[in-house]
């Protein structure tokens, strides 16, 4: 089975926190996108042991995209031979352009640990003769696949960024992202202000670009356009 797109995220509700705009976005687009939690974030807050598993369906659906989990543990995901080597795999078995990882986090041990895991998979993913490797038969009988682009998004977690590569305008597409995270009925506590808070993030980057509401990535390698003319309007030129 083959996607556009390969989203990579520690938990059920990240990629929805980080990216759900530009999910929902590429998903009336036509972009076939699968979603890959790293573990089922279980146990949850305020919710019984399945509860996240049924909301992080509803959120995919909500948003267009579909979902896997890899079945790492919560809390304990650490960056090991082993889980670059099954990223490594999924990417060659997804064939996707683009992969979203995880960028820059030093909060959440679990995100530290996917950022690493991501970049490091999508580099084995490319090599071929794994056969020749010991402890590489995980990926020997596959073809290397290398992606276009690795894009990290903004771990809502971690401070907000001064400098980023790109950002996608959201704005069409908020009440989807919104629908989305409210899914998440275990994870928000009612009298938590948290999703206002990304509501609030993802408005402030809006307005440093020009739109209402955006979110905002940064790329693995330097980005390069065929032609200029593809960016929307500056707000200052
Ligand atoms: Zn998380």
């Not at 209402?212 to 593809?230: G, M, Q």
């Amino acid at each position: 089975m083959t996607y556009d797109a390969l989203v990579v995220a520690a938990h059920p509700d990240d990629a929805e926190t980080q990216m759900g705009g530009t999910l929902a976005k590429l998903a009336q687009k036509g972009q076939r996108i699968l979603l890959v939690d790293l573990c089922d974030g279980e146990p949850t807050e305020f919710g019984e042991p399945g509860e996240r598993a049924e909301q992080a369906v509803e959120a995919a659906r909500i948003l267009g995209v579909e979902r896997a989990c890899l079945g790492l543990r919560d809390r304990l995901i650490v960056d090991s031979l082993e889980a670059r080597l099954e990223v490594a795999r999924l990417i060659r078995d997804c064939q996707p352009r683009w992969v979203y990882g995880t960028g820059d986090a030093s909060v959440h041990p679990d995100h530290a640990a996917a950022a690493q895991i991501v970049r490091a998979a999508v580099f084995l993913a490319r090599l071929g003769k794994w056969d020749h490797v010991a402890g590489g038969t995980r990926l020997a009988g596959q073809d290397p696949w290398a992606v276009d682009r690795l894009f990290f998004p903004h771990c809502k977690m971690e401070p907000p960024w001064s400098t980023f590569a790109f950002a996608v305008d959201v704005s069409a597409v908020y009440d989807r992202k919104r629908a989305a995270l409210a899914a998440y009925a275990s994870i928000f506590a009612k009298e938590d202000r948290l999703l206002e808070f990304y509501d609030a993030e993802d408005q402030y980057f809006g307005r440093m670009v020009g739109v209402k509401y955006a979110e905002i990535y940064r790329s693995h390698s330097p980005l390069v356009v065929e032609d200029p003319t593809v960016f929307a309007p500056g707000i200052h030129g």
